[in-house]
């Protein structure tokens, strides 16, 4: 096993005749008893693109972490340019060159593009910000970056910018360092249109042409074939292939990021009912760009995807918290788009992914948090029923196994797995006819997980129609009735789940 990383600082001097930019070496990290990375190896070459595959969960995230600074190694060596690399945050890992821009950009839509690049090393006059030095290093950036025709103006706001134009902000702020030597992108096209992909591609082509390493994570075969040189997969916190992009075939990229033997055995088929929701070639604002679904009662209809494809935004449209543009919506008799609330009348609830801040009031107690969208049967002429909310509350408690020490606990001291058993009690207590569920298993331990997949089963016997989103693809052949698989905002047809294995998933969704 490697040793541990030393907290000495480095030079950053490489070594005569190195050939490589960083080399990593049985990396691993633990986050509590969970364990992120166990053995990960990596090798980048200086000019090059190098991408970097796996899973939903597969450590890449962790490892990027690492490697901007953000995160500390348990164990592990890393090498930049010949020298060793520890650096103890993400300002160290500028310095030496290394720099992150991650999927979801962290600029501040109410400065101007120049304040947002120089963010975090602010140019300074007299001890006060340089406005004239921050668009210099700015411009200078912009230039670096697209070229002497750079069109972007260091003045505007970035609120008033495209999503590509964001993408190039962040993009200089990361170049915003003379000696930018390793360039980390993280889903980097998730909320781009395919014509704002070429102008990225464009973009780091000239990069790499300049000796710039481009660390490249993505979902996508179609582009990791079109900007990658090399590669390396991740699966369960291990690098368990790696080589140049030309020299493997999609079906073995695809075979190192499932990996495992897909099980044959499966649920016995449920017996759906009438349909109770439908969609025809339903667009939202951003996404999805055209999803079509019949969903019945009686069953579990899976959506697969990768971040950014389009999947929460599907529900979040379908749930009236997004806009709908064009196409078709039925719920029971029910036609078009509408509000959360009338949605929630219709019987149509959504338990959303980010359960921190959109699923869950964390400051208020397990027994708040489960019956304030339906106080009504808990009321006795007019007013609220203490006793008649804590015997509801205790029943669904009871029922999904909730571990707390009451109903008046406050759902901030729940674990993750119980705070989500909350989110998804009231939806069961609200006794809608249409779960959509985003995520519902997502960073809870593999107990509550079975426990909820339990609670899902009671629902379809009861008649209920549950759409689910997730990442875990061995979760949706496990829980569903049928799947659909979404790529770049368009639904696929739904099949029996009887009929696919991870594999195909993993294939359709990366669009190979």
Known sequence: MAGPLSSAAASATPRPGHALRLVAAGVEKRFGNTRALTAVSLALRPGSVHAVLGENGAGKSTLMKILAGAERPDAGTIELDGA??????????????????????????????????????????WGLFSHGGAAQRAERALTRLLGESAALSVTAKVADLSPAERQLVELARALDQEECRLLILDEPTSSLGEDEVARLFATLGRLRERGLTILYVSH????????????????????????????????ALVSAMAGRAVSSARRQPRVPGPPVLSLAELRGRRLPLSASLELRRGEVLGVAGLMGSGRTELLRAIFGLERVQSGELRVGTHRGPASPAQRLQQGVGLASEDRAREGLALTLSVAQNLTLSRLGPLTRRGWLSHGRERGEVASWIERLAIRTRGPEQRVSELSGGNQQKVALARLYYHDVDVLLLDEPTRGIDVRSRAEIHQSLDELCARGKAVLLV????????????????????????????AELDEHALVREAAGA
């Not at 501040?108 to 975090?120: M, Q």
């Not at 369960?236 to 790696?242: F, I, K």
């Not at 061995?474 to 789940?497: N, Q, S, T």
């Open 84 to 125: 060793a690399y520890a650096p103890r945050g993400p300002l160290a890992a500028r310095r030496r060159g290394v720099a992150i821009v991650y999927q979801e950009l962290s600029l501040c839509p109410d400065r101007s593009v120049a304040e947002n690049i120089v963010l975090g090393s602010e140019p300074r006059r």
């Open 220 to 251: 996508f075969l179609e582009e990791v074939r079109r900007i990658a040189d090399d590669y390396s997969v991740l699966r369960d916190g291990q690098t368990v292939a790696s080589g140049r992009v030309a020299d493997v075939s999609n079906e």
């Open 470 to 497: 997730s990442s875990q693809f061995g979760e949706l052949l496990e829980l569903c009735d049928r799947i659909c698989v979404m790529h770049r905002g368009v639904l696929g047809p739904a099949r029996p789940a």
